[in-house]
């Protein structure tokens, strides 16, 4: 009897724990090593995983820089990086690329959920969600009363979205259910349908826009072009009652300038799921009022966390039958 064409199964190392159902199907299909303390790895373990794996499931915690791809060049074994995560500026793609190393992604599963978590923000700011509930939990609040707890109304005012991809069209979605007008600043204008689906005005010129909202969502990637895309220039060209909401990347905005705008009353208050030097957190933030401070939790849905989890799996398994896996980063060589 000839003997069954048993394929190897890939070795797949994984950096930080997964929901528990993406941990039992990768068990299933692949030699996993997953990493049941999730202990963010340190450099050292991280370029000894890339050395011994095919597969490295990495995520927005592992600095997954030159030093990685080169140990992982010295055996020549990793061929996919799937990340965990839509973002990817935590991978030198140089790198990957230099080393022939497949990177995928997992776009278009935590659109909504980042963008509700966004609109949750431009809600909680101008409404001082936070700073009532800090009240109560203090046992500070004494009742109602016509002047307590003012905020600014969500009705009427302009939004600003920076980066109009899968995300920024998810929360011009929801922001016209509120009342919202939607302006946006992209490299690309959308096309005819898609603005005035969205009814969105597009601003070429971002330092226009910036200058006529009255509240500004960041919701592009972090790039080298958009390092600090925010900072002290920008931040006085905001009006004073503006609003800024962060959900994307901390290093899109200079931490430092936002700190001293908002002390400085250049602009009325920040809303930031993420930070420039996470988990670190400038301590003025925690100190200045009208900031909603939340942990990188954009995406955080069980259903969300689930989905990415599947997207990983699907594109190893794609790779493994030897095709291009669907949410590829780069292309050209793979
Ligand atoms: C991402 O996917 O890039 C998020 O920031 C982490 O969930």
Redesign the pocket.
Known sequence: MPAPNVRPRPKVIVTRRLPQAVEARMAELFDVELNLGDEPMTQEQLADAARRSDVLVA??TDEVDAAVFSAASETGKLKLLANF???VDHIDLGAARAAKVVVT??PGV?TDDTADMVMALILSVPRRLAEGEKLVRAGEWHGWSPTGMLGHRITGKRLGIIGMGRIGRAIATRARGFGLTVHYHNRHRLPPEVEAELEATWWDNLDAMLARVDIITINCPHTPETHHLIGARQFALMQRQAYIINAA?GEIVDENALCEALAAGKIAGAGLD?FENEPAIDQRLMELPGVVLIP?M???TFEGRQA?GEKVIANIRVWVDGHRPPDQVLEGWA
Do not use: C, E, P
């Open positions: 995520t927005v995560g839509v973002g992604n997992t935590l990347r993420v990188h954009g995406s955080a990415m």
